[in-house]
């Protein structure tokens, strides 16, 4: 087996070929894979069929897997696999409302969040669709020193669903909001891997900025968030049935888009792979 790597961007998302992820791979490509994430950010594997066993020993090349965090949206027989389907979604004035629309990292109000989060689609729409992600690697380098210096040693609250999200998250009953953890992040994280810095954003969860007034903060972090999700960071990725692509949620901001019919169906598996505490990058 010999991995081919075709860049999508300089340093940012890659497709990957050479590689059947329905068989087991060697320690050395392990490594490779996992190397090529941390570079890359968001990696491309096309044309694999996967069932969900085989999904989850792909996504498990990088490392272990985590529980989803919405029990209602998984495969009965195997819970650690959620799925992202067309059925699972409310209509408003006939328009699907998706999960993961307006940019975002999965799972930022967990004390460990994920390392990583792949999908594997099994049916797709003919148009629309596709998944938006931003480098917030480049987004932060490219802060003038003052900004830069302004966001050294500030944190913010993730919760389940911030009191000025720009979106909806799933309703949850008291009882599954008490399951629901929060934690402090910092905006600027030094990535587990590398060390290299990365702006750590949410909007739809992050309860202001620790130690600023609470629309100074939302303001700031509004502003980063406008910086970030800029269309000079953007990888693009229009889906194909047979698809895997995992992407690092230390590096990367994505959203999902309900441009499609509701008509059609979308049916995607969803794993996630554990992370660990964050670090702030700015002492």
């Known amino acids: 087996m010999r991995l081919i790597v075709t860049p999508i961007r300089s340093e940012f998302g890659a497709e990957i070929s050479g590689i059947n992820l329905s068989a087991p791979v ?8 996992n190397h090529l994430l941390a570079q890359y950010a968001v990696l491309v594997f096309r044309d694999q069929s ?24 998984v495969l009965p027989d ?28 999965d799972h930022s109000n ?35 020193a003052e900004m830069k210096e302004k966001l050294k040693g500030l944190h913010s ?13 799933t309703k949850l009953s008291s009882e599954e909001l008490a399951k629901i953890p929060s934690a402090l992040q910092p905006i600027v994280i030094r990535h587990p891997g590398n060390n290299r810095p990365a702006l750590y954003l949410n909007t739809g969860r992050m309860e202001g900025i620790e130690g600023m007034e609470p629309d100074e903060g939302y303001v700031l972090i509004q502003s980063l968030y406008e910086h970030a999700t800029d269309a000079r960071y953007e990888y693009r990725h229009k889906w194909r049935a047979g698809d895997m692509v995992i992407w690092d949620n230390q590096a990367v901001m994505h959203q999902a888009n309900a441009d499609y019919d509701p008509e059609q169906k979308r049916f995607l598996y969803r794993l996630m792979i554990k992370g660990v505490a964050l670090s702030p990058a700015l002492a």
């Not at 060697?26 to 894979?33: A, T």
């Not at 989850?56 to 209602?72: C, H, R, S, T």
């Open 157 to 169: 609250l993730h919760v389940h669903q911030s009191s000025r999200s720009p979106r909806e998250l």
């Open 110 to 144: 967990e004390r460990c969040p994920p390392k990583a989060t792949t999908l594997h689609a099994l049916l797709i729409p003919p148009t629309g669709g596709d998944t938006q992600f931003v480098d917030v690697r480049q987004a932060y380098d490219d802060l003038p």
């Open 26 to 33: 060697s320690d050395e490509i392990k490594r490779s894979l």
């Open 50 to 73: 996967l069932s969900p066993p085989q999904f989850m020993a792909a996504a498990e090349i990088f490392g272990e897997l985590m529980d989803q965090q919405l029990k209602k949206y």
């Open 78 to 105: 195997y819970p650690m696999v959620g799925c992202n389907s067309t059925d699972d979604l409310p209509r408003k004035n006939g328009k699907l409302q998706v999960r993961g629309e307006n940019y975002h990292t």
